[in-house]
C-alpha cells in the first residue's frame, strides 16, 4: 500500500516540476524555465521574464537567421565603431530625440502602457530575428501636425515599414 505522505511528497514534487516549466513555442517541448534566457531590458529582468523559444531554439534562431548571430564580434564592433567615430553626431541625434519626445509627453500619458509597447517590440524582435520599432502614427515632428508622445498614438512596425513610413502621416 501507497503511504499517503508519500503520494503527497509525489502530488507536490509534480506540481513544482510543472510551475518550474514552460512549453517552448519553437520545437514545442515542455522544458523547465532555467532552459529559457531571460528576457533583457530591466523591466523584464526585474518580473522574471523568459523568452518564448527555449535556449536551444533561440540559439539555432539566431544563427540561421542574422549577421549578428553570424558574426556577433563583428557586429558589436562595427557599431561601437560608428558610434566611435561619429560621437558628435549620435550625442547630437539622442539629444534631440529626447527633447522632442518629452516636450511631445502631457502629464496624463502612462508610462506602463507605453512601456507595454517597447517591451512587446523587443520580444518579437527576439522571436522573429526581424528587427520592430515603437513608431508614433502621428509622427512628433510631423510636417502639418504633430503627435504625442503617448500610448493611443503609439504602434508597433517592423523597422524596414518604420523607415519607409518615415515622418509621413
Ligand atoms: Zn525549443
Known amino acids: 500500500m501507497i503511504e499517503?505522505?508519500?503520494?503527497?511528497?509525489?502530488?507536490?514534487?509534480?506540481?513544482?516540476?510543472?510551475?518550474?516549466s514552460k512549453l517552448c513555442t519553437?520545437?514545442?517541448?515542455?522544458k523547465l524555465r532555467t532552459d529559457y534566457y531571460l528576457l533583457s531590458g530591466e523591466y523584464n529582468r526585474t518580473r522574471g521574464y523568459i523568452m518564448a523559444k527555449c535556449k536551444e531554439c533561440h540559439k539555432a534562431d539566431v544563427r540561421q537567421s542574422d549577421y549578428k548571430g553570424r558574426h556577433p564580434?563583428?557586429?558589436?564592433?562595427?557599431?561601437?565603431?560608428?558610434?566611435?567615430r561619429n560621437a558628435g553626431k549620435v550625442a547630437a541625434y539622442v539629444a534631440f530625440r529626447e527633447a522632442r519626445t518629452i516636450q511631445r509627453t502631457p502629464t496624463w500619458a502612462s508610462r506602463e502602457a507605453m512601456e507595454v509597447?517597447?517591451?512587446?517590440?523587443?520580444?518579437l524582435t527576439t522571436e522573429t530575428g526581424i528587427k520592430h520599432h515603437v513608431d508614433h502614427i502621428v509622427p512628433l515632428n510631423g510636417s502639418t501636425v504633430s503627435g504625442l508622445h503617448v500610448e493611443s498614438n503609439l504602434q508597433i512596425l517592423t523597422a524596414s515599414a518604420n523607415i519607409a513610413k518615415g515622418n509621413s502621416f
Not at 499517503?4 to 516540476?17: G, Q, S
Not at 519553437?26 to 515542455?30: A, N, Q, S, V
Open 26 to 30: 519553437g520545437c514545442g517541448k515542455i
Open 117 to 123: 509597447f517597447y517591451v512587446q517590440a523587443r520580444k
Open 4 to 20: 499517503l505522505e508519500t503520494l503527497m511528497a509525489e502530488v507536490a514534487h509534480t506540481v513544482e516540476t510543472i510551475k518550474a
Open 73 to 84: 564580434r563583428r557586429a558589436v564592433l562595427s557599431a561601437r565603431d560608428y558610434q566611435k
